[in-house]
């Protein structure tokens, strides 16, 4: 484990990996919010770098190539969201789904999807780039799916059940590309609360 | 009308406005398939022009600017197929609603769908395209909506039908995003299958 020790649950680091993970987890935000706001080809290491506060160089030794820096942000904001979305709902606490399927189309609005859909339409282009986004993209939609079945309640022994909710989670992708170019959350909520009844319908 | 004159219900032109009119198509055709192949980083219009096999000077007769162009073909090529979805399903006829979600769901994958992402994501990043590609969306988006309520013989008078019929242009267009890196057509047709059950039973 080099210098990480780990002392029962918790795990000890030096000032220098705090520093260093401190590092990396600015640059990570930095090179979302960037795409987000300017797209694959106005995003490179030096504008990250130097929007996070970090040297050229220290932001290439965590990430060797641009492609690197890309999918590790998106997938660690993903991550992250994740997490958020499950401290929601804890177990053992009831939620109806309509706050749940609205918490869900939540996830594909907003600078992570912007970032992340910067870069699935730029890996649609680019050779270099494509196998290490369609893994990432296959890794958080499996991800994303777990929870949506779990938050929901759903059967998926029952037929149907799976492509229903696989089937609100594009719609939910569907929404948030609606979002990209206007404000479209008055007729998202209308479109969420009454695909929100049919689901508790068809899920019994 | 200058030198068009119109007999009965026939336009007559002249063969040199034959020819303009086949140049217009032709570089509407090479700009769709060049965004969709190249996203709008790689797409000018010298290389429409020359994969149309058009002298640049002539496509900037017909189109000034590239924004000018490339919000032209998407608009043309979306016009071209709401023609041939209506011809699909001509009026009198019947389509059960599982044959109408799946061709409207065609609409969303496929080069045009590639094309008018790629317009999508470079629109939101660039102030000149923006405007003209927002309200391109916006009536490509209304006149799909009235298509399909058309066809699926939605009643909207009744509360709830119209987000029902939104709703699923929103998981077609979801479900068009998720086909960008892979070929997700055995997915698709599992989601859409289900999808047209419960959007039957929600139309009564």
Redesign the interface.
């Known amino acids: 484990m080099g210098a990480v020790s780990t002392v029962g649950d918790r795990v000890e680091r030096t000032p220098k990996q705090d520093r260093s993970r401190a590092t990396r987890q600015r640059l990570l935000e930095a090179a979302v919010a960037c795409l987000a ?3 694959w ?2 995003s490179t290491v030096s504008v990250v770098a130097e929007r996070a506060g970090v040297s050229r160089g220290a932001a290439q030794h965590h990430f060797p190539t641009r492609e690197d820096l890309f999918t590790a942000a998106v997938e660690y904001v993903a991550e992250e969201r994740s997490t958020a979305l499950r401290a929601l709902f804890p177990q053992g606490t009831t939620a109806d789904r309509r706050t749940v399927v609205a918490a869900l189309v939540d996830l594909y609005t907003g600078p992570l999807f ?1 970032a992340a ?2 870069l ?6 680019e050779d270099q780039l ?1 196998p290490n ?2 893994e990432l ?2 890794r958080v939609g499996r991800e994303t799916h777990r929870i949506a079945v779990e938050l929901l309640g759903a059967d998926e022994s029952m037929p ?1 059940v799976r ?2 909710v ?2 609100l ?10 979002n ?3 404000d479209d959350a008055g ?1 998202r909520e ?2 969420v ?3 929100a ?2 689901l508790d ?2 899920l019994g």
Chains 1, 2 share one sequence.
Do not use: C
């Open positions: 706001e300017h797209g080809a106005g912007r859909l910067h699935w339409v730029a890996a649609s282009n494509r986004v369609t993209e296959a149907g492509e229903t696989q089937g989670l594009d719609m939910a992708r569907g929404l948030g590309l609606a990209l170019l206007t007729r209308r479109v609360a009454q695909w009844v049919l319908d068809a």
